[in-house]
C-alpha cells in the first residue's frame, strides 16, 4: 500500500471520527489510516472497495458488510 497519492484528511473528518465509539472497526481503521497517512484510495484498493464506501466508513453514515470485516481487521493490525 503506498502513501505517496495521500493529499490527507480534513479537519472535519478527524474531529468526527475523534467523537466515534474507539471500539468499532471503522473507527479504528480510519484511525490508523490518519496516523500512518494512508490515503483513502489505497484503503479502497486494498479492500477492492470504491473511496465512497470508505469515506461512508470513516464517517460513520455506513457500515461495512460483515464479508469486508476480516479484511479490515487485517489491515487495522498490519497498520498497526
Known sequence: M???ENRGYST???ARVAKMD???ITVKLAKACFRHNVPVSAVATTLG???ASVY?????DA???KGYVPKIEALVAKLG
Open 2 to 4: 503506498t502513501t505517496s
Open 56 to 60: 461512508s466508513w470513516f464517517k460513520g
Open 63 to 65: 457500515y461495512p458488510r
Open 22 to 24: 474507539s471500539r468499532l
Open 49 to 51: 472497495v470504491s473511496r
Open 12 to 14: 472535519l473528518l478527524i
